[in-house]
């Protein structure tokens, strides 16, 4: 089985930064898109960012040159460099992987446990 354990969030100024990092761990074959979705109060989950393991990238409009996403395929992890937040980026913020337990197996997508991101003066 696969676990994804996310770390980092916390209670932000309007402008501030945070990083949050995702570390997947367990049987790993090959892991391929990985990313971070959020989900506010009364909202559906939304994709923020998604790199494939061979780097490209794909990001919504509002995030797009405030947030950095990043990947270390050796170590299985993904990477958020969240910065200039806004009030509405407040949400639970969930890492995804998709990830192959062996080279037999097909493709399975995980989530973490999510990690509350609050931007508020």
């Known amino acids: 089985q696969v676990q994804l354990v996310e770390s980092g969030g916390g209670l932000v100024q309007p402008g501030g930064s945070l990083r949050l990092s995702c570390a997947a761990s367990?049987?790993?074959?090959?892991?391929?898109?990985m990313g971070w979705y959020r989900q506010a109060p009364g909202k559906q989950r939304e994709l923020v960012a998604a790199?494939?393991?061979?780097?490209?990238?794909s990001s919504q409009d509002s995030v797009r040159g405030r947030f950095t996403i990043s990947r270390d395929n050796a170590k299985n992890t993904v990477s958020l460099q969240m910065n200039s937040l806004k009030p509405e980026d407040t949400a639970v913020y969930y890492c995804?992987?998709?990830?192959?337990?062996?080279?037999?197996?097909?493709?399975?997508?995980?989530w973490g446990q999510g990690t509350q991101v609050t931007v508020s003066s």
């Open positions: 995804n992987a998709e990830i192959q337990g062996s080279r037999w197996e097909s493709t399975n997508q995980y």
């Open positions: 790199i494939s393991s061979g780097g490209m990238i």
């Open positions: 367990g049987r790993i074959f090959r892991s391929n898109a």
